[in-house]
T-cell receptor, first 113, second 111 residues
């Protein structure tokens, strides 16, 4: 499968714990995006990388959230001190160029109890 | 503030009918308008996209109509099938920047 992959697919954690998600983009895609989707809503942008550089962060990305993309390959999204409001589907997308569109992975479903 | 407004929220269509979903935007800097299909528990899948230099784009049973002056665009699904039952999202972006999504339309195609 050469699509975007995300791990884990599901994560249940207790409030206050830290969690980390991983995204592996489509090979050779230099742009990588993180979005968050809550039930019944469209995805909302969190942050964006071009290669290893984090170019943009949404105001939704509080200081408890951090994202990295070392060496411009896979990316990780970490949430520290999770809150119940963090419960959502976290989606990763990658693109080769803006003319080719963004391709999404299956997402990581986070439940904070 | 919702950058892209989508309607209807839900749509029921008979098999073989035409499904039409509409979106409107305000930001005239948007220059890329994709549509995504999402099944429960899955990530959004890119269906078709258009840029403002054309008024219509067709791929198989899916057609995007774009009205730049009205700042509106729509998705038409011809010969709708039960397998098309999913949630559809319109979106818009400026170049390679992040996508702004609509609130989604849940389509149900009745056999």
């Amino acid at each position: 499968d050469t699509g975007v992959s995300q791990n884990p697919r599901h994560k249940i954690t207790k409030r206050g714990q830290n969690v980390t998600f991983r995204c592996d983009p489509i090979s050779e895609h230099n742009r990588l995006y993180w979005y968050r989707q809550t039930l019944g809503q469209g995805p909302e942008f969190l942050t964006y990388f071009q290669n290893e550089a984090q170019l943009e962060k949404s105001r939704l990305l509080s200081d408890r959230f951090s994202a990295e993309r070392p060496k411009g390959s896979f990316s990780t999204l970490e949430i520290q001190r999770t809150e119940q409001g963090d419960s959502a589907m976290y989606l990763c997308a990658s693109s080769l160029s803006w003319t080719e569109g963004q391709y999404f992975g299956p997402g990581t479903r986070l439940t904070v109890t | 503030q919702q950058q892209v407004k989508q309607s209807p929220q839900s749509l029921i269509v008979q098999k073989g009918g035409i499904s039409i979903i509409n979106c409107a935007y305000e930001n005239t800097a948007f220059d890329y308008f994709p549509w995504y299909q999402q099944f429960p528990g899955k990530g959004p899948a890119l269906l078709i996209a258009i840029r403002p230099d054309v008024s219509e784009k067709k791929e198989g049973r899916f057609t995007i109509s774009f009205n730049k002056s009205a700042k509106q665009f729509s998705l038409h699904i011809m010969d709708s099938q039960p397998g098309d039952s999913a949630t559809y999202f319109c979106a818009a972006s400026t170049g390679a920047n992040n996508l702004f999504f609509g609130t989604g339309t849940r389509l149900t195609v009745i056999p």
